[in-house]
């Protein structure tokens, strides 16, 4: 398994800023995952994070706007730059881990961030 | 453009019912992934599986199971005897290439 810390856990931003949220694993992940989920929505994915190389944005999703880092095997940050209400959504980091000859996926808790 | 419908938005059951969760998808490519999610009233979320295109057998864990049938584009999700504790939303979604896409959600409640 994996267990993976995602901080912060909640956040209520002014318009105009910008939040960096952070997601430590246990153990070392080649794929990382960076979702959003809107309330009362479903999920839409908004970029896959290898190391060493450029993470891959979804359509819609654009590295300006949610630039994201990946210095190594066990870390990611996700930012969301010049925030405004539309970004209020909870922001949750995926990892994909090899198990048993399965690929298994494992997710933090989540940031829950508001934005006024 | 790919897209996953999930039909049914809301399902109730009685405790020990069997209940199927539906997932139909549409892709014109011929490779791509299919996935189940679960989220619990907790929120958070728990990954159930992952299949491949190229792999319609079906798959059993415990009370769990998955049929997928490409002839009708559906990845189904069986629940046996189902539990208060298997109230949830759960998501459907499809990958291809670089693109994802989630279904709306089942919210299945199991009431005793």
């Known amino acids: 398994s994996a267990v993976i810390s995602q901080k912060p856990s909640r956040d209520i931003c002014q318009r105009g800023t910008s939040l960096t949220i952070q997601c430590q694993v246990d153990?070392?992940?080649?794929?990382m995952f960076w979702y959003r989920q809107q309330p009362g929505q479903s999920l839409t994915l908004i970029a896959t994070?290898?190391?060493?190389?450029?993470?891959?944005?979804e359509s819609g999703f654009v590295i300006d706007k949610f630039p994201i880092s990946r210095p190594n095997l066990t870390f990611s940050t996700l930012t969301v730059s010049n925030m405004s209400p539309e970004d209020s959504s909870i922001y949750l980091c995926s990892v994909e881990r090899r198990e048993e000859a399965k690929n298994i996926q494992y997710f933090g808790a989540g940031t829950r961030l508001s934005v006024l | 453009a790919q897209k996953v419908t999930q039909a049914q938005t809301e399902i109730s059951v009685v405790e020990k019912e069997d209940v199927t969760l539906d997932c139909v998808y549409e892709t014109r490519d011929t490779t791509y992934y299919l996935f189940w999610y679960k989220q619990p009233p907790s929120g958070e979320l728990v990954f159930l599986i992952r299949?491949?295109?190229?792999?319609?057998q079906n798959e059993i864990s415990g009370r769990y199971s998955w049929n997928f049938q490409k002839s009708t584009s559906s990845f189904n999700f069986t629940i046996t005897a189902s539990q208060v504790v298997d109230s949830a939303v759960y998501f459907c979604a499809l990958s291809e290439g670089n693109d994802m896409r989630f279904g709306a959600g089942t919210r299945l409640t199991v009431k005793p």
């Open positions: 994070a290898n190391q060493g190389s450029e993470a891959t944005y």
């Open positions: 153990s070392q992940v080649t794929m």
């Open positions: 299949r491949n295109s190229f792999d319609e």
